[in-house]
């Protein structure tokens, strides 16, 4: 059984939520894209966790974690989260915590180039979390990264570094005028970080293809949303990896293996970290009272984020890129309390409605169509069974299906892993 766990929008969904949650039913999570520059909360009997890299099973006790060739690892802030969670009482061996040889690291001069070029482009920036995941993954298709398992043959990573920071020093020294990268270092830089997570590099494709064979459950987690992929997302206000479901199997290392089943995350609202067209915004005073009952602040950055309605249009377009066989809806109580509620039904442009997904870049020409419906005052945190909630939930709930045509299956009413009804 081969599952992925992936976002349906703009990222920040509750994807950690949820893959904390159903991963007591896997033997595998897989991590198949991205880098630190987002991160998952979750909330459990352990306490409250923040995992930028680490694949969230590994606070389950019986769960094997997996880092795929898809991501891009900066192995200082592994050592870092690792460290964390260890003191936090959480068990990570070589065990429980495979990192693809394929794999692609993260680099101290991915940071710097990112840094620059975000400096670079002052009020054009594109909203980077300025922790080099762009650079890592343009080098990667330059064919000029470093992946870990060249940390094994020193002599031959020593050359490689040579070589590429010669390189590197030609844009941040000759195009930033900043101070060139000392190979010595980034040679150091390896050695140092290299040696702690070298014990967990090893070729996960062979480990994984077994393990399917031998009908073991696998979850692949996504990072961010559709809305955020490389390829279909909101270009160029993307990430730099695919984060749509069908590229799980290929960014785990198993590209001859097919997904069964998957399993898209929404908000029951709509939030947004950084730049790019976001239609449904919400501004001021009314921004404000929606971010702080959601508690909406970047879980890797802090960054406030922007919030809005239930917008159908992007939801849509969502769940088809993601082929969401099931839907979980996230943070529903959150909206407990609110007399009526918006949700976008529609896009206009010159009089012209569309419920389709413009492209990118003519997004900024579009205004929202909202329809206003009944809300609910009660608390519903404590609902366990769909029929706990107040019909206004239930009939928002039935609306958002209608419009996006979701097959909502897990409804969250709370951060706690006991708090989400099954419909």
């Not at 840094?115 to 650079?135: H, Q, V, W, Y």
């Not at 702690?196 to 073991?216: H, M, N, R, T, W």
């Amino acid at each position: 059984m081969l599952t992925a766990i992936s976002g349906i929008n703009w990222g920040d969904e509750g994807k950690g939520r949820m893959v904390d949650l159903l991963s007591s039913d896997y033997d595998i999570v897989v991590r198949y894209q991205g880098g630190n520059n987002a991160g998952h909360t979750v909330i459990n009997e352990k306490g409250k966790f923040i995992l930028n890299l680490l694949p969230s099973g590994i606070l389950r006790d019986d769960v094997v974690n997996v880092m795929g060739n898809g991501m891009v690892v900066d192995i200082k802030h592994l050592v870092e989260e690792m460290g964390r969670l260890t003191a936090a009482g959480i068990k990570i061996t070589p065990a429980n915590l495979k990192i693809s040889r394929e794999a692609s690291i993260c680099m101290p001069y991915h940071v710097l180039r990112d840094c620059l070029e975000e400096t670079r482009l002052s009020d054009k920036k594109f909203g980077s979390t300025r922790r080099g995941i762009a650079p890592s993954y343009g080098d990667k298709y330059l064919k000029k990264s470093i992946r870990m398992g060249e940390l094994f043959d020193q002599e031959a990573l020593k050359e490689r570094v040579k070589d590429i920071v010669d390189w590197e020093n030609l844009t941040i020294y000759n195009v930033y005028n900043a101070e060139p990268v000392k190979v010595n270092d980034i040679v150091e830089y390896l050695e140092k970080y290299g040696e702690i997570v070298k014990p967990f590099v090893c070729d996960v494709g062979s480990y994984l293809d077994e393990q399917a064979k031998a009908g073991k459950k696998i979850m692949f987690e996504a990072q961010l949303g559709a809305l955020r992929d490389i390829d279909f997302g909101i270009y160029p206000y993307t990430s730099s990896s695919n984060s749509i479901a069908a590229y799980g199997p290929i960014g785990a290392g198993i590209p001859n293996r097919k997904l069964d089943l998957s399993i898209g995350i929404m908000k029951a609202y709509s939030t947004c970290v950084g730049e790019g067209p976001f239609t449904v915004e919400y501004l001021g005073e009314k921004a404000e009272e929606l971010r702080k009952a959601g508690g909406e602040y970047g879980a890797a950055t802090g960054r406030p984020r922007r919030v809005g309605p239930f917008d159908a249009v992007a939801s849509k377009y969502g769940i088809r890129m993601q082929g969401a066989d099931e839907v979980a809806l996230t943070k529903l109580d959150v909206l407990s309390g609110m007399e009526e509620l918006e949700v976008c039904v529609a896009y206009e442009k010159d009089g012209v409605k569309t419920t389709d997904f413009p492209f990118p870049q003519d997004l900024d020409k579009y205004k929202p169509v909202y329809v206003k419906v009944k809300g609910w005052k009660q608390d519903i945190s404590g609902a366990r069974k769909k029929e706990d909630l107040p019909k206004e939930a239930l009939d928002y709930i039935a609306l958002i299906e209608e419009l996006t045509g979701a097959n909502i299956k897990y409804v969250s009413v709370g951060p706690e892993r006991s708090q989400y009804i099954i419909f």
